[in-house]
């Protein structure tokens, strides 16, 4: 019975942190070239930055398709390629983002 619950437990865990783990890794396969996370500058934004202003759902919409998404973010020009990333990929990498900062902008209130 101890079994079950401890491999019912890891099991949980596993599911809620193992997609930041995948995530990293294809941050670092596909993104790192471009994106640094610790503020070593590069072609693209830190996604420390990124993960502070920006919600899970952008950051999906972004990498799967940049060329269509680059004026709403703000952006004069398109410099990210499409990259050809599985849904699963692409969930996972977000996961990854948005794990680096726990706390958004848009929940810091103004005084
Ligand atoms: C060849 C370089 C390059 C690679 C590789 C790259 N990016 Fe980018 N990314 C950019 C540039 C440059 C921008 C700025 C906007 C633009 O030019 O499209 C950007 C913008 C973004 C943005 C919007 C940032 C914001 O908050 O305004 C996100 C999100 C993003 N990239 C995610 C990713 C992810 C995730 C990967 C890997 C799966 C990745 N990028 C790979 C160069 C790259």
Known sequence: MRTII???LVSIVSLLFGDVGKG???YEANCAQCHSIHMTGGLG????LVSYTRTKKEIK???RD?????RKFGY???AMPTLILTPEEIEN????IDS???FKKWMVTKK
């Open 6 to 8: 401890v491999f019912a």
């Open 24 to 26: 990293r890794a294809v």
């Open 45 to 48: 934004r830190d996604f420390n």
């Open 61 to 63: 919409a972004y990498v």
């Open 66 to 70: 940049p060329s269509r998404e680059y």
């Open 76 to 78: 004069s020009a398109n």
């Open 93 to 96: 990498v977000a996961d990854f």
């Open 100 to 102: 680096l900062q726990p």
